[in-house]
């Protein structure tokens, strides 16, 4: 099936640092999606993007649609301690109907 | 904010018995999903429901699973034998609908943990 390959697997910043991750594929998927995960609970939405090249922001997350449709990225600014948990970039193949692809993950940890 | 809600939140079963996963999906949505997550893994896609009947399914979704929408709010995953394999947390997730509309991605409820013993 698809695959996506999201780095890094893990990170480890002081809080006040910029983040950056991001997920890569070798087939073109129309809908990118990031999702924070904390412990016990499902999959918030972060961002949702549908168009190559789109940049959008959320607060101090922005994330982009890849021009070739193969991958996307993951910006936060200014981390705060709340930002720990996993982060999960998903995709939407056309000829996929409705399923999505869920990256690995990205475990973050804030130091305060 | 509307959610998608699930229950129970954790359920222990036997090997080799049935059970059903309940969900509520948001409202207005008329596309429902289960997910499953095992341990320390990525999410996986199990089956999407639309007008009564299951649109897409995975290979993880087998004979052994079935979804029914029994009436106007909630969805069901029925595993009905169960094995040690089917521990992990399972997701129900709806959406508006499908397409390129911004405001329809998926939206997810907080899971059921199943542990098989």
């Known amino acids: 099936g698809q695959q996506l390959n999201q780095s890094p697997q893990s990170m480890f910043i002081q809080e006040g640092e910029d983040v950056s991750m991001n997920c890569t594929s070798s087939?073109?998927?129309?809908?990118w999606l990031w999702y924070k995960q904390d412990p016990g609970e499902g999959p918030v939405l972060l961002i949702a993007l549908y168009k190559a090249g789109e940049l959008t922001s959320n607060g101090r997350l922005t994330a982009q649609f890849g021009i070739t449709r193969k991958d996307s990225f993951l910006n936060i600014s200014a981390s705060i301690p709340s930002d720990v948990g996993i982060y999960f970039c998903a995709g939407r193949q056309e000829t996929s109907g409705s399923r999505l692809t869920f990256g690995e993950g990205t475990q973050l940890t804030v130091n305060p | 904010e509307p959610e998608v809600t699930q229950t129970p939140s954790h359920q222990v079963t036997q090997m080799g018995q049935e059970v059903i996963l309940r969900c509520v999906p948001i409202s207005n949505h008329l596309y429902f999903y289960w997910y499953r997550q095992i341990l320390g893994q990525k999410v996986e896609f199990l089956v999407s429901f639309y007008n009564n009947e299951i649109s897409e399914k995975s290979e993880i979704f087998d004979d052994q699973f079935s979804v029914e929408r029994p009436d106007g709010s909630n969805f069901t995953l029925k595993i009905r034998s169960t094995k040690l394999e089917d521990s992990a947390m399972y997701f129900c997730?709806?959406?508006?609908?499908?397409?390129?509309?911004?405001?329809?991605?998926?939206?997810f409820g907080d899971g059921t943990r199943l542990s098989i013993l």
């Open positions: 997730a709806s959406s508006e609908k499908i397409g390129q509309s911004s405001n329809q991605p998926q939206h």
């Open positions: 087939s073109i998927f129309n809908t």
